[in-house]
């Protein structure tokens, strides 16, 4: 029989073997082949083929194999295998593990059923089983389906029948101790991303089961999640408009929560119908403990069109890039009720953002970031001079403002966003603008300036982060392509202690349930939620540690 190929990728490089001598074996080790082709009429598969993880094409058609071992899920970077017209009667469940294959070739085999974890290889486009005595109901998906939905159908079906384990108890992380004195305020904040309807389709998260994915599901899981660790303030982030007014506020209500919300700025522009799918933040609070005293929203495309009409013309970066992403801010103003002390009531600032997800926009996320911390600044400015009648902004030092930013950042801690954040400035020639010019007008966007360094641009909050150097968290954003720590919890030095954290759902499950990311039907988002115990500290800690900021 002539062997026909409908697919040669490179064949100049291809290493053609009757058998795998200790040399082949050397040799395929140092020059990590790519491609290999396995000869001869061979029954059987040669164990240590196995060992050559490096291996991205795998031909070993037209031989006599009667079986694959499980091990074959050690080359978990093949892309192609062709294991067509040998004596295969079966294949292993372990073939599920080879999630990079793009095509897997089985015609003119003996196989009647394949495994169900066949679906979890959900990047195949090419799946050939002609020539082969199927049974009725694997012909019939196969010869009308198509692949993707066939593979689909294996995928639903397994986490039905083979549901792995739910997640251990996530670990709560002791950071200190309280202090010892009646008039500080220790509270919960939990930061979660719910990964809204719009957002959760089978295109961007083909390993997830359909049924995983629908927001009905998906939103008893979010719900559970919320009412377990009962956060004293919970922010959220890709709430859908409708869902924040039919789900999330009537249900939280019924645990004595408040909230405020706001949607992404594209949906003032659409009509009542269309704008109830339109994502956005939100912030809850339960009213036993929390007065709101003042909400507002904080809009980057329109802070990006006002400043560029004011005082950056200059930048056309400002309307090109900045003003066409939507994402915003909310901010609350709270009135602290301490019940236990009787001490005053106290006031503190809570917002949560959305940055832009691109990252081919880095740009666009570190002035966002910029915007938001410049409006803060202003806002809270503005507050405390009408709450304490002062005629001048120099009358008020809003460093006195206890203050609460969290949110998904979407940046990793080497960006310029998260320096900016922690390190309280960011250098105006950081890579993160792109040299697009944004440097002439920085000065213009944050009311800071700094006198001893013109390079920089600073603001003066004098954050720190929950979660310090990923400890307990290493990841909050846990997908197949696409792993890292994006959304933050930052907290004003001088006004908090953090007193503990829940870390992330152990990573150890994932790997011993071989699940490949999230969204899963255990894990409703593809973000963790983060929790943490903060605490007020009493006010004359506060001046001690100003005074000493001050030394």
Same mark, same amino acid.
């Given at each position: 029989?002539?062997?026909?190929?409908?697919?040669?990728p490179?064949?100049?490089?291809?290493?053609?073997?009757?058998?795998?001598?200790?040399?082949?074996?050397?040799?395929?080790?140092?020059?990590?082949?790519e491609q290999?082709?396995?000869?001869?009429?061979i029954?059987?598969?040669?164990?240590?083929?196995?060992?050559?993880?490096?291996?991205?094409?795998?031909?070993?058609?037209?031989?006599?194999?009667?079986?694959?071992?499980?091990e074959i899920?050690? &080359?978990?970077n %093949?892309?192609?295998?062709? =294991?067509?017209? !040998? #004596?295969?009667?079966? /294949? +292993?469940? @372990? $073939? *599920?593990? &080879?999630?990079? %294959?793009?095509?897997?070739? =089985?015609?003119? !085999? #003996?196989?009647?059923n /394949? +495994?169900? @974890? $066949? *679906?979890? &290889?959900?990047? %195949?486009?090419v799946?050939? =089983?002609?020539? !082969?005595?199927?049974?009725?109901?694997?012909a @019939?998906?196969?010869?009308?389906?198509?692949?993707?939905?066939?593979?689909?159908?294996?995928?639903?079906?397994?986490?039905l029948?083979?549901?792995?384990?739910?997640?251990?108890?996530?670990?709560?992380?002791?950071?200190?101790?309280?202090?010892?004195?009646?008039?500080?305020?220790?509270?919960?904040?939990?930061?979660?991303?719910v990964?809204?309807?719009?957002?959760?389709?089978?295109?961007?998260?083909?390993?997830?089961?359909?049924?995983?994915?629908?927001?009905?599901?998906?939103?008893?899981?979010?719900?559970?999640?919320?009412?377990?660790?009962?956060?004293?303030?919970?922010?959220?982030?890709?709430?859908?408009?409708?869902q924040?007014?039919?789900?999330?506020?009537?249900?939280?209500?019924?645990?004595?929560?408040?909230?405020?919300?706001?949607?992404?700025s594209?949906?003032?522009?659409?009509?009542?119908?269309?704008?109830?799918?339109?994502?956005?933040?939100?912030?809850?609070?339960?009213?036993?403990?929390?007065?709101?005293i003042?909400?507002?929203?904080?809009?980057?495309?329109?802070?990006?069109?006002?400043?560029?009409?004011?005082?950056?013309?200059?930048?056309?970066?400002?309307?090109?890039?900045?003003?066409?992403?939507?994402?915003?801010?909310v901010?609350?103003?709270?009135?602290?009720?301490?019940?236990?002390?009787?001490?005053?009531?106290?006031?503190?600032?809570v917002?949560?953002?959305?940055?832009?997800?691109?990252?081919?926009f880095?740009?666009?996320?570190?002035?966002?970031?910029?915007?938001?911390?410049?409006?803060?600044?202003?806002?809270?400015?503005?507050?405390?001079?009408?709450?304490?009648?002062?005629?001048?902004?120099?009358?008020v030092?809003?460093?006195?403002?206890?203050?609460?930013?969290?949110?998904?950042?979407?940046?990793?801690?080497?960006?310029?966003?998260?320096?900016?954040l922690?390190?309280?400035?960011?250098?105006?020639?950081?890579?993160?603008?792109?040299?697009?010019?944004?440097?002439?007008?920085?000065?213009?966007?944050?009311?800071h300036?700094?006198?001893?360094?013109?390079?920089?641009?600073?603001?003066?909050f004098?954050?720190?982060?929950?979660?310090?150097?990923?400890?307990?968290?290493?990841?909050?954003?846990?997908?197949?392509?696409?792993?890292?720590?994006?959304?933050?919890?930052?907290?004003?030095?001088?006004?908090?202690?953090?007193?503990?954290?829940?870390?992330?759902?152990?990573?150890?499950?994932?790997?011993?349930?071989?699940?490949?990311?999230?969204?899963?039907?255990?894990?409703?988002?593809?973000?963790?939620?983060?929790?943490?115990?903060?605490?007020?500290?009493?006010?004359?800690?506060?001046?001690?540690?100003?005074?000493?900021?001050?030394?």
């Amino acid at each position: 029989m002539q062997r026909k190929r409908k697919w040669e990728p490179g064949r100049g490089n291809l290493k053609q073997v009757v058998f795998l001598t200790q040399e082949d074996k050397e040799q395929g080790a140092q020059a990590s082949w790519e491609q290999l082709e396995i000869v001869g009429n061979i029954h059987i598969f040669p164990p240590d083929l196995c060992n050559m993880t490096y291996l991205k094409y795998l031909f070993m058609g037209h031989n006599q194999l009667a079986s694959i071992p499980p091990e074959i899920s050690l &080359l978990k970077n %093949l892309v192609h295998l062709d =294991l067509s017209y !040998n #004596q295969l009667k079966s /294949l +292993p469940p @372990q $073939i *599920g593990a &080879l999630t990079e %294959l793009k095509e897997l070739h =089985l015609q003119g !085999n #003996q196989i009647r059923n /394949l +495994p169900m @974890q $066949i *679906g979890r &290889l959900f990047q %195949l486009n090419v799946l050939n =089983l002609h020539n !082969n005595p199927l049974n009725p109901e694997v012909a @019939q998906l196969y010869n009308t389906e198509g692949v993707h939905r066939m593979l689909s159908w294996y995928l639903d079906n397994e986490s039905l029948s083979m549901p792995p384990p739910p997640p251990p108890s996530r670990n709560w992380r002791y950071l200190r101790n309280p202090s010892d004195v009646n008039e500080s305020i220790a509270f919960t904040l939990m930061c979660y991303n719910v990964l809204c309807e719009g957002y959760a389709t089978r295109k961007q998260y083909p390993y997830c089961p359909s049924w995983a994915l629908l927001w009905d599901y998906r939103r008893r899981g979010i719900m559970t999640e919320i009412r377990v660790y009962q956060a004293d303030i919970i922010c959220l982030q890709e709430v859908e408009t409708e869902q924040f007014s039919v789900f999330f506020k009537p249900e939280l209500a019924k645990d004595g929560y408040d909230g405020i919300f706001s949607p992404k700025s594209r949906a003032k522009t659409m009509s009542a119908s269309e704008s109830r799918y339109v994502d956005g933040v939100a912030i809850f609070w339960k009213k036993e403990r929390f007065t709101l005293i003042k909400e507002d929203v904080i809009e980057f495309s329109r802070m990006a069109v006002e400043r560029y009409e004011t005082d950056c013309k200059e930048s056309q970066e400002m309307i090109n890039r900045v003003m066409l992403k939507d994402n915003i801010a909310v901010m609350a103003i709270f009135e602290v009720r301490d019940e236990i002390s009787g001490g005053p009531p106290r006031q503190m600032v809570v917002s949560t953002a959305h940055i832009h997800w691109d990252p081919e926009f880095c740009d666009v996320k570190l002035i966002q970031t910029i915007l938001l911390l410049s409006a803060l600044w202003k806002k809270i400015e503005n507050h405390m001079i009408e709450s304490q009648g002062a005629d001048q902004k120099g009358q008020v030092d809003v460093t006195n403002m206890p203050v609460i930013i969290c949110g998904d950042f979407n940046s990793l801690p080497d960006s310029g966003v998260f320096e900016y954040l922690t390190n309280g400035r960011v250098k105006k020639s950081h890579l993160d603008f792109k040299e697009l010019g944004y440097e002439r007008i920085l000065d213009r966007l944050t009311p800071h300036r700094s006198q001893h360094q013109p390079d920089y641009l600073e603001q003066d909050f004098n954050l720190s982060r929950c979660y310090q150097d990923d400890v307990g968290m290493p990841y909050t954003n846990y997908t197949y392509e696409f792993k890292g720590c994006i959304d933050y919890i930052f907290f004003t030095e001088r006004h908090f202690n953090n007193i503990g954290c829940l870390d992330m759902v152990p990573e150890a499950w994932f790997q011993e349930s071989a699940i490949l990311g999230c969204p899963h039907p255990h894990v409703p988002s593809d973000h963790f939620s983060l929790l943490v115990e903060l605490e007020l500290k009493p006010q004359h800690h506060q001046q001690q540690h100003r005074q000493q900021q001050q030394m």
